[in-house]
């Protein structure tokens, strides 16, 4: 059973669109993070939040919003979305530091931004 | 900044041929970086292949294996015999040591023929 569960799987909107993705992990890890992947380019850090109401800024977070509901919990919100934005996302969960634990990740969004 | 390099995709082999996936890594200051593989099968989110933390250690699992070469610093990824079933993206990401994020790489493709 995944225990990092990304919703939706697809998504297709316009530009200036608002568009939420969700990320739940079921691991009881306090790290989650949001990552984006483009051709040509490794996955790049959005956000991080190492527990519930914790928020922190990632590498590429400009257009970004993001908010840790619950331990399980972690959404991406694009307010104002734009084609810059049309990328593979990946929501990812661990138990500690990144450099030091093993990531687990959900199966990814593809987002289009038309 | 640091910065990792890996092979280029899409790479195709013959099933039961020997693969090598480079992966070079330069940074600012590093005293020994941790090392990842990670692998992401079709439909799937990113999984640990391997991961060395140790000096000197090699990482290995599923028939891959891993080692860090200080002088040059890579960490390629290298597999006697693959199969089919190893057809994938495969990701390296060090993390510089005193750093707790992971740098990926841009993934390369494989494709294993039957």
């Known amino acids: 059973e995944a225990a990092v569960t990304q919703s939706p799987r697809n998504k297709v909107t316009v530009t200036g669109g608002n568009v939420t993705l969700s990320c739940r992990q079921t691991?009881?890890?306090?790290?989650m993070y949001w990552y984006r992947q483009d051709t040509g380019h490794g996955l790049r850090l959005i956000h991080y939040?190492?527990?519930?109401?914790?928020?922190q800024i990632g590498d590429v977070p400009d257009g970004y919003k993001a908010t840790r509901t619950t331990q399980e919990d972690f959404f991406l919100l694009l307010e104002l979305a734009s084609p810059s934005q049309t990328s593979l996302y990946f929501c990812?969960?661990?138990?500690?530091?990144?450099?030091?634990?093993?990531?687990?990740f959900g199966a990814g969004t593809r987002l289009s931004v038309l | 900044g640091d910065s990792v390099t890996q092979t280029e995709g899409p790479v195709t082999v013959s099933e039961s041929e020997s693969l090598i996936i480079n992966c070079t890594y330069s940074?600012?200051?590093?005293?020994?970086?941790?090392l990842f593989w990670y692998v992401r099968y079709p439909g799937e989110g990113l999984q640990l292949l391997l991961k060395?933390?140790?000096?000197?250690q090699k990482g290995s699992s599923r028939g891959f294996e891993a080692t860090y070469n200080k002088e040059t610093t890579s960490f390629h990824l290298q597999k006697a015999s693959v199969q089919e079933s190893d057809s994938a993206v495969y990701y390296c990401?060090?993390?510089?040591?005193?750093?707790?994020?992971?740098?990926f790489g841009s993934g390369t493709q494989l494709t294993v023929m039957p």
């Open positions: 691991n009881s890890h306090n790290y």
């Open positions: 060395v933390i140790t000096a000197g």
């Open positions: 990401a060090p993390a510089s040591s005193g750093s707790w994020q992971l740098i």
């Open positions: 939040s190492y527990g519930a109401g914790n928020l």
């Open positions: 940074a600012t200051s590093i005293a020994y970086p941790n």
């Open positions: 990812a969960s661990s138990p500690g530091l990144a450099s030091q634990n093993t990531l687990y």
